[in-house]
């Protein structure tokens, strides 16, 4: 089975403009996924650097990223004044999240996998199609992707 994604990157003057809540805006469910956060690093709202800085660390040193909840993530995602990368699952079984060996394996377990990719562009691989249809009208600069089964 091909897991469908999309990569998003849709800019100005050369500078991504799409941000973390832009996409989790289309996730019509994410209430009812259990999420984690594999890696974060990015430039925080003035305001928020110490508290985020400590937070991007524990996410960054963990074992199996950090979990956080629909809630907390949308909120997460407005206190960046601009993010430069970060890998986000989100899965309807919490027992799945985890880090992968194996990227591939990650895209097929999970039911969303969100990635920005130094800061030029976004990947975001669903189960639901929906989700891929809700970016591809959202967003013009965009690109299908697929993944195979590993």
Not at 12 to 36: A, H, Q, T
Not at 59 to 77: A, V
Not at 91 to 120: G, P, Q, S, W
């Amino acid at each position: 089975m091909n897991i469908q994604g999309i990569r998003i990157s849709d800019s100005k003057d050369n500078v991504l403009f799409v941000k973390l809540s832009d996409i989790l805006e289309e996730i019509p469910y994410g209430f009812s996924l259990c999420w984690s956060i594999l890696f974060l690093d990015g430039t925080p709202n003035q305001g928020e650097g110490r508290f985020l800085s400590e937070y991007q660390n524990r996410i960054n040193k963990s074992e199996n990223g950090l979990r956080i909840d629909w809630k907390d993530l949308k909120s997460l995602s407005k206190k960046y004044f601009q993010m430069f990368e970060t890998t986000i699952l989100g899965c309807r079984d919490a027992n799945l999240l985890h880090r992968f060996d194996d990227e591939k394996e990650m895209y097929h377990t999970c039911d969303i996998v969100i990635d920005l990719i130094d800061c030029a562009f976004w990947e975001v691989y669903s189960k639901d199609s929906v989700i891929i249809d809700n970016l591809n009208r959202k967003f013009k600069e965009i690109e299908i992707l697929y993944r195979t089964r590993p």
